[in-house]
């Protein structure tokens, strides 16, 4: 019988992927014990209810606090690998550029040992966590959220484009389910070519796609290969 995934209680930061068999956890401000809790009482539930094993993703760029200790660390790190004694292999890949985080993450990689069937490797690029786990980058990524008070951040479109070629080329990323669907960005020089870019690029490992379009007999098409990069520290310009 399939597990009823949707009968399964999780936190708002936490979801699952049953067609890649992925966890994703995406803590937001505060990181604390009781925080910690529930994710693990959500990875409990869902390992009891899937017969076969998955992998797991966190995402802590968005953490802006961190209060935790050595003792809660190691004792929930030797629970989850102590859990996972003569199971088969699974990944736990932690996305962090926080120094308190990433020595957290280091801490519980280490308790588990060499032995451990829980696998947890840290990592500071979204690209190389996609290649780790052997999913989609876009997988990984996050929509844009909304800005303090409700209000959703100002889009950049070039002047040259018509709202109904604005609106054309937003057709053209739905098309691409696999892409993030926030185009936050299009760049044109002339009215029947553009750069679309989709994502977010704001803070600190944010992930931008983007691509060349033209207009050609009344359509666009995208007429280059997608790329993208995350944002990096040498990326962000201070604001004084």
Do not use: C
């Amino acid at each position: 019988m399939k597990p009823d995934i949707k009968a399964i209680k999780l936190p708002r930061d936490f979801e699952f992927h049953e067609d890649i068999r992925l966890s994703i956890w995406r803590p937001h401000g505060l990181l604390n014990e009781a925080v910690i809790n529930k994710v693990v009482l959500a990875l409990r539930n869902l390992e009891a209810a899937m017969v076969r094993p998955f992998n797991r993703f966190a995402d802590t760029l968005a953490a802006r606090k961190v209060h935790l200790n050595y003792k809660h660390i190691v004792h929930v790190s030797l629970y989850r690998h102590l859990s996972y004694l003569g199971r088969r292999p699974v990944k736990s890949a932690i996305l962090a550029t926080d120094s308190t985080i990433i020595h957290y993450a280091r801490l519980h990689a280490i308790v588990g040992g060499q032995r451990s069937s829980l696998i947890v490797r840290i990592f500071q690029d979204r690209k190389e966590v996609a290649e780790w786990l052997g999913v989609p980058i876009e997988r990984l990524m996050v929509e844009a959220p909304a800005t303090t008070q409700g209000a959703v951040e100002r889009p950049d479109y070039s002047p040259r484009l018509s709202q109904r070629n604005i609106q054309d080329l937003k057709a053209l990323v739905a098309a691409m389910p696999r892409l993030p669907q926030t185009v936050y960005r299009i760049d044109s020089e002339k009215p029947d070519a553009a750069v679309v870019h989709t994502g977010r690029w704001r803070d600190l490992g944010d992930v931008s796609f983007w691509f060349t379009a033209k207009k050609t007999k009344g359509k666009w098409h995208r007429v280059s290969e997608i790329e993208y990069d995350h944002l990096k520290p040498d990326q962000i310009i201070p604001i004084d």
